[in-house]
């Protein structure tokens, strides 16, 4: 006689919690899988590209002369300001109505790197006899010439002058002048001659000495 099988209720309750078990395992791996997923899909590759800028001052110096074929130098302050050579002998021993002339060239040194333009900025005076105030009794007038040009009276004539001061404390219709840099960082730029005009107006005062200093100032383009 054959045995039929047959399964009691307490083990077809086990084999039910035994299925769960691993149906829920296998919930729990698959979400695992998933989560592990998830993370690799938010991992994006990046990369970064840097550039930079390199950033030079370049070189500016105005420099002068009294001379055309002389040394040049900067004469930044006052105290290193040369000395005009006006002509001899009305320089020293002026009287009203008199005129005088002085030359003085001015260009951008070598290694200068940028054009320039230049002016008169400022004009002063130092009267050094008490009483003899002829600061105010000299009027002037500069002017912008050809280095080869001669600063006198038929240099100047028809030309137009770059500053006037109706005493050697002021400055009037200051105009600019432009200045060129030279051809290669060892060649000076061109050279300017600037005239200056020295006249004596009536009130000029006997035995003064009067120090007059102008500042040209010169702008990169």
């Given at each position: 006689?054959?045995?039929?099988?047959?399964?009691?209720?307490?083990?077809?309750?086990?084999?039910?919690?035994?299925?769960?078990?691993?149906?829920?395992?296998a919930?729990l791996?698959?979400?695992?899988?998933?989560g592990?997923?998830?993370?690799?899909?938010?991992?994006?590759?990046?990369?970064?590209?840097?550039?930079?800028?390199?950033?030079?001052?370049?070189?500016?110096?105005?420099?002068?002369?009294?001379?055309?074929?002389?040394?040049?130098?900067?004469?930044?302050?006052?105290?290193?300001?040369?000395?005009?050579?006006?002509?001899?002998?009305?320089?020293?021993?002026?009287?009203?109505?008199n005129?005088t002339?002085?030359?003085?060239?001015?260009?951008?040194?070598?290694?200068?790197?940028?054009?320039?333009?230049?002016?008169?900025?400022n004009?002063?005076?130092?009267?050094?006899v008490?009483g003899?105030?002829?600061?105010?009794?000299l009027?002037?007038?500069?002017?912008?010439?050809?280095?080869?040009a001669t600063?006198?009276?038929?240099?100047?004539t028809?030309?137009?002058p770059?500053?006037t001061?109706?005493?050697?404390?002021?400055?009037s219709?200051?105009t600019?002048?432009?200045?060129?840099?030279?051809a290669?960082?060892s060649?000076?730029?061109?050279?300017?001659?600037?005239?200056?005009?020295?006249?004596?107006?009536?009130?000029?005062?006997?035995?003064?000495t009067?120090?007059?200093?102008?500042?040209?100032?010169?702008?990169?383009?």
């Amino acid at each position: 006689m054959t045995e039929s099988s047959s399964t009691t209720p307490a083990e077809t309750a086990a084999v039910s919690r035994t299925s769960k078990r691993k149906a829920v395992r296998a919930v729990l791996a698959g979400g695992l899988v998933l989560g592990i997923g998830a993370a690799v899909t938010l991992a994006a590759w990046n990369d970064s590209e840097f550039v930079q800028g390199i950033f030079g001052s370049g070189k500016f110096d105005l420099e002068g002369s009294l001379t055309a074929g002389g040394t040049y130098a900067s004469h930044a302050t006052a105290g290193a300001a040369p000395t005009l050579a006006f002509t001899a002998p009305l320089a020293s021993n002026l009287s009203p109505g008199n005129v005088t002339y002085a030359p003085y060239f001015v260009r951008l040194a070598a290694g200068t790197t940028t054009d320039a333009s230049a002016r008169i900025a400022n004009a002063s005076a130092t009267d050094s006899v008490s009483g003899a105030a002829n600061a105010a009794n000299l009027t002037y007038s500069v002017y912008n010439l050809a280095p080869t040009a001669t600063c006198n009276a038929a240099g100047v004539t028809s030309q137009t002058p770059i500053a006037t001061g109706t005493n050697l404390t002021s400055v009037s219709g200051a105009t600019d002048i432009t200045l060129t840099k030279g051809a290669d960082a060892s060649t000076a730029g061109g050279s300017r001659l600037l005239c200056f005009v020295v006249t004596a107006a009536p009130g000029l005062v006997q035995g003064g000495t009067t120090t007059a200093t102008w500042q040209i100032t010169a702008t990169s383009l």
